[in-house]
């Protein structure tokens, strides 16, 4: 059996972290994840006494979006303002831990990670058909190489996080335009079916929801609250993001729907360039100060994912 675990979690590693991710419901976190966290960045940061207490209550005071990231936002600006450079230097350093196989095995006594995504795989393949499952394995093992690759190129120091970045997305987008023109509409009716039911599972199984966590709106104001933008950046913004998501649209569909024919290599090199030219262009709305907020609130949704998003339990 295949295992996915590196197509649908390491890809997530990089995210900005401020769309919402489960939904909402009453309550005000989850202490276990904001506890794991906290500690993971004291042992990696060395945090003093007083940056411990305060990131603490940074993290408690977030929990009405939790667990969006939006949770984080507040605590990305303490850290800028309050970290030392060698802290910071550290923070934002790629991680270490960048293996697929180690990602599969890390923790997931807690978890169920792995798990997780050996059902969904198997899910996925009760509903194929037999010409289906090869061109999903073709799919798979490409995916899986690319992915390899591009780990093994970060840690050789011949490829910058950012660069990672943008070939993720690319690596990511390419998989999902593909999964898409390989299902029938029938089968993603299922998948989604399945999808919200596995969703509505956890979220019965699990207790600590934020009361804004649901709230698309909130959660976005709090990142525009926290870096302090005017309305002039709002908006220019918007627009950026607007014109990036209707770009990456456009091609996804002229692709599954055979207006255009791209191999796997061609549709990645052409998401690259769009994510390329709208981070350069994002980069130019931002202060130095709100771009460090930015950089910081990413590296702790990346460690904030291994204690939340993925729950810990069935």
């Known amino acids: 059996m295949k295992q996915i675990l590196p197509i649908l979690f390491i890809g997530l590693l990089f995210t900005t972290g401020c769309e919402n991710f489960f939904g909402a419901g009453n309550d005000s976190g989850d202490p276990y994840a904001y506890d794991m966290l906290i500690n993971d960045l004291d042992q990696n ?11 603490k209550d940074h993290l408690r005071n977030g929990g009405d979006y939790y667990p969006d990231n939006a949770s984080l936002w507040r605590l990305a600006l303490y850290l800028q303002e309050n970290l030392t450079e060698e802290q910071k230097e550290r923070l934002l350093s790629p991680p270490d831990d960048l293996d697929p196989q180690a990602f599969s095995e890390e923790n997931d006594h807690h978890h169920k990670r792995l798990r997780h ?5 198997e899910y996925i393949r009760s509903i194929l058909t037999a ?3 090869s061109e999903y394995d073709v799919l798979i093992d ?5 992915m390899d690759e591009l780990l093994t190129a970060l840690r050789a120091d011949t490829m910058t996080k950012e660069e990672l970045q943008l070939e993720m997305m690319g690596l990511m987008e390419w998989f999902r335009a593909a999964m898409d023109k390989l299902l029938t509409d029938d089968q993603k009716e299922i998948l989604e079916t399945m999808h919200k039911e596995k969703d509505d599972h956890w979220r019965r199984g699990k207790g600590g929801f934020g009361k804004h966590a649901g709230n698309s709106d909130k959660i976005r104001q709090e990142m525009y609250d926290v870096l302090g933008m005017t309305t002039e950046q709002i908006q220019n913004l918007e627009l950026l993001e607007e014109s990036f998501k209707e770009a990456l649209e456009s091609l996804h569909n002229d692709f599954v729907n055979g207006i255009i024919n791209l191999t796997a290599e061609e549709y990645r090199t052409n998401v690259v360039d ?3 030219s709208f981070h350069e262009e994002k980069q130019a709305v931002f202060t130095a100060k709100q771009l460090e907020i930015i950089e910081i609130h990413r590296a702790l949704a990346r460690r904030f994912m291994r204690h939340s998003r993925w729950g810990r339990g069935k």
């Open 45 to 55: 940061l060395g945090f003093s006494a007083r940056q411990m207490s305060d990131s």
């Open 117 to 121: 995504h050996q059902r969904m795989d």
């Open 131 to 133: 010409d289906q499952e």
């Open 142 to 146: 490409y995916k899986i190489t690319v």
């Open 274 to 276: 769009i994510t390329a």
